[in-house]
């Protein structure tokens, strides 16, 4: 599985933004499908995950009620919507692909990854 990531730019604080993973390969719904983010300096950390199904999301705390985490298997695109971003949103944002369940926020729990997309928010 190939995962390209897009969508990411520079915002205000309180703007939105969506990100989008395309990915390649027929067995896109198969995966349990994950964003992660990493700041200058920090550890990526876990955003956000969704079932094969999407019957099952979940979220960082410091994201819940603000992100929302989708997917389209007939597209084979993922997508994360960014509302209310603060400048501690800021950072490089990052989708991966998991090939067995349950859903994880473990980072070592993706098998594949893309390439991340930039996002910043400016005060």
């Known amino acids: 599985v190939q995962l390209q990531a897009s969508g990411g730019g520079l915002v205000q604080a309180g703007g939105s933004l969506r990100l989008s993973c395309a990915a390649s390969?027929?067995?896109?719904?198969?995966?349990?499908m994950g964003w992660f983010r990493q700041a200058p300096g920090k550890e990526r950390e876990f955003v956000a995950a969704?079932?094969?199904?999407?019957?099952?999301?979940y979220y960082a705390d410091s994201v819940e009620g603000r992100f929302t985490i989708s997917r389209d298997n007939a597209k084979n695109t993922v997508y994360l919507q960014m509302n209310s971003l603060k400048p501690e949103d800021t950072a490089v944002y990052y989708c991966?692909?998991?090939?067995?369940?349950?859903?994880?926020?473990?980072?070592?729990?993706?098998?594949?990854w893309g390439q991340g997309t930039q996002v910043t928010v400016s005060s």
């Open positions: 991966a692909a998991a090939s067995r369940t349950p859903v994880a926020r473990n980072s070592t729990w993706y098998d594949y």
């Open positions: 969704i079932s094969w199904s999407s019957t099952l999301t």
């Open positions: 390969g027929r067995t896109f719904s198969s995966y349990v």
